[in-house]
């Protein structure tokens, strides 16, 4: 689960179960499809109800860039609304900041925080929907919120990040 860099001192946290959380694996190409079908969807509809609206190529111009900003839009606030799950945590001493990777369905993101923010880690048992428990390692601020962090996180890998937080 953990990779610690000894050379930096960091210790890094990898959800392996995220498939382009490697390094250089991911392309940026996570809205791809919704692109493709936002430029290919004015021109179909054309094509499908007024033909001739085809002849006008200012027209088909204008609905398709309409079009693309629809998307880009809608894109862009699930994008803020639903920032998708932690897939990668590195934990860096030297830097005393942790850098948070989350993976969306349309982007990832990365948040920086201050090891001045944080007040621990622990592990909560949750339940789902069906009653199930799973223990989850969360990453607890000052200001009480709380990060989940990588599926599989371990108690060891908790005890590292809890002595380089408390090296202060």
Do not use: C
Request: net charge neutral; aromatic share 6%; hydrophobic share 50%.
């Amino acid at each position: 689960m953990s990779s610690p860099n000894a050379a930096r001192g960091q210790v890094v946290l990898i959800d392996h179960t995220a498939a382009h959380v490697d390094p250089g694996a991911y392309k940026g190409l996570h809205a791809i499809v919704p692109i493709l079908v936002g430029i290919s969807l004015p021109i179909l509809l054309f094509s499908l109800f007024d033909p001739r609206a085809l002849s006008s190529t200012k027209l088909v111009l204008h609905v398709l860039m309409m079009g693309i900003a629809m998307l880009a839009a809608t894109v862009f606030l699930m994008s803020i609304t639903n920032p998708g799950n932690v897939v990668q945590a590195v934990f860096d001493p030297g830097r005393r900041s942790v850098d948070v990777v989350r993976s969306g369905a349309f982007a990832n993101n990365v948040l920086t925080i201050s090891f001045d923010r944080i007040s621990t880690v622990r592990v909560e048992t949750v339940y789902d929907d069906d009653g199930y428990q799973n223990r989850v390692a969360l990453l607890v601020m000052k200001n009480r919120d709380m990060i989940q962090l990588p599926t599989g996180t371990s108690e060891a890998e908790l005890a590292e990040i809890r002595r380089i937080l408390e090296v202060r």
